[in-house]
């Protein structure tokens, strides 16, 4: 039996059972500011869990390698269908099992290994996917990579520094040049990297792994129909299950589907892709126009906030659902590492993270990045972003004082009441 008193499917493993029962515990009474994270809907999570997770069905729809795969078929296409709508795109693929596959299909439908591909450096917000020595994709591929223009005073430096884009591009005569962040506050406009494209005769893929609910929902600008192919995760800011995808032009369509299967993957899950297609359908709502807005809209309150608490934000500011915050104009002392640890003891849920040209190591960093869009699907809306920040604020200039952090953690508790997620399912308790 659940708290609730239904009865639970997972009665019979009380263990497994017990750690999901905490988890969903921690979601509830804690403040989710990690800023690639969200809490799908119901109906996500319904579809995650379906019977769907006992089918083989390696192929595409209408080329399946096992029998049976009627419905897999038609969830596979609707969710196929969904995403091109959804989007505006000639071709999807929704296999891939993350954001990291989808990247990894891409470079190996279009690029050999050996050639060049520009990305951003992961110190200064790119992504491991996008050349890092410790990934498999900077093991295979020659990755030369841009940066941010300096900091300025005033706010304006920190911006994807174009001119070394198109220098770059010039000199090593990239096959693909790749757009994409995974810790970037700005919004990231498609058109000048597709001109550097045209002009040095390189492919063009925009990572939307982050902005992909942003650009579903009308808040960011689109690079469907400019990039020639477009990853995205289907996790973050576009709210559904834990996946990624692929949109592209039919002219790499054949490549690309080659690429994820049976180039990179086995069977697809085709409860995720379920999930998937649930997701695609929430997002073309007008709800969800409303939501990326209030995302963005909770992340400019946050920022304000918190500048008005003495911290500086890399950039600036924020144009879409994160803010990166420099530690060190707060506290010389006080490391990304130190920070994260002690606001996960006062409830406060959020990741440090490098800032650009940070002095301390990728484990330690001087910077913490936060992000609005799950506590926006939670209901939070500008005023509950001033009261996080403040508690953020107190916390980290009391740090040392366990009873301040008992303290915001009893108001994070408080606050959290007025904003569960899944408050009104409670067979979710029945599952987790
Ligand atoms: C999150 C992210 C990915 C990878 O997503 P996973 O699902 O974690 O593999 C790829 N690129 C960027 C820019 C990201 O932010």
Redesign the pocket.
């Known amino acids: 039996m659940s708290s609730n008193g239904h009865d639970s499917p997972l009665a019979s493993d009380p263990e497994v059972a017990a750690i999901l029962h905490a988890e969903l515990e921690r979601q509830r009474t804690t403040v989710q500011l990690i800023a ?1 994270e969200n809490f799908t809907s119901p109906a996500v999570l319904a579809a995650t869990a379906s019977v769907l997770t006992n089918k083989y069905s390696e192929g595409y729809p209408g080329r399946r390698y096992y029998g049976g795969n009627v419905h897999a078929d038609e969830v596979e296409s609707l969710a196929r269908d969904r995403a091109t709508a959804l989007f505006g795109a000639a071709h999807a693929n929704v296999q891939p ?7 990894l299909g891409v470079y190996l439908a279009l690029v050999e290994p050996g050639e060049t591909i520009l990305a951003m450096r992961l110190d200064q917000g ?5 050349g890092s020595p410790v990934s498999i994709t900077g093991k295979t591929y020659r990755f030369v990579s841009y940066g941010v223009t300096p900091a300025r005073a005033d706010g304006s430096g920190e911006r994807i520094d174009l001119d070394a884009v198109r220098d770059l591009a010039r000199r090593e005569r990239p096959r693909l040049i790749v757009a ?4 970037y506050s700005r919004v990231i406009d498609p058109v000048p990297f597709r001109e550097i494209a045209d002009e040095v005769g390189a492919l063009f893929m925009f ?4 902005p992909a609910g942003l650009i579903a929902g009308g808040a960011h600008p689109s690079p469907v129909g400019i990039a020639d192919v477009v ?1 995205f ?1 289907t ?2 800011t576009l709210r559904g299950p ?3 995808a692929i949109l592209c032009g039919e002219e790499h369509a054949r490549a690309i589907d080659a690429a994820v299967f049976p180039g990179l993957q086995g069977g697809p899950l085709e409860h995720v892709v379920a999930a998937k297609a649930v997701a695609f359908a929430e997002a073309a709502r007008p709800e969800f126009k409303q939501y990326a807005a209030q995302v963005v809209r909770n992340a400019a309150a946050l920022a304000a906030a918190l500048v008005a608490d003495g911290f500086r934000l890399v950039a600036g500011g924020t144009d879409n659902h994160q803010v990166l915050v420099d530690l060190r104009a707060f506290d010389a002392e006080l490391t990304g590492k130190a920070a994260q640890e002690v606001l996960d003891r006062a409830g406060i849920t959020c990741n440090r993270n490098q800032i650009p040209d940070d002095p301390r190591s990728p484990f330690v960093t001087s910077g913490l990045r936060l992000g609005t869009p799950a506590e926006t699907t939670a209901g939070m809306r500008e005023s509950e972003m001033a009261v996080v920040a403040s508690l953020l604020a107190r916390v980290l200039r009391d740090r040392d004082d366990q009873a301040v952090v008992e303290s915001v953690r009893k108001e994070v508790r408080e606050l959290c009441a007025g904003f569960d997620p899944y408050a009104g399912s409670p067979w979710i308790e029945g599952i987790a």
């Not at 990572?207 to 982050?210: G, V, W």
């Open positions: 690639s099992h993350s954001g990291a596959s989808a990247n790119g992504h491991l996917t996008h994409g962040t995974t810790a990572d939307a792994a982050h990853t995760t996790h973050k834990r996946g990624g």
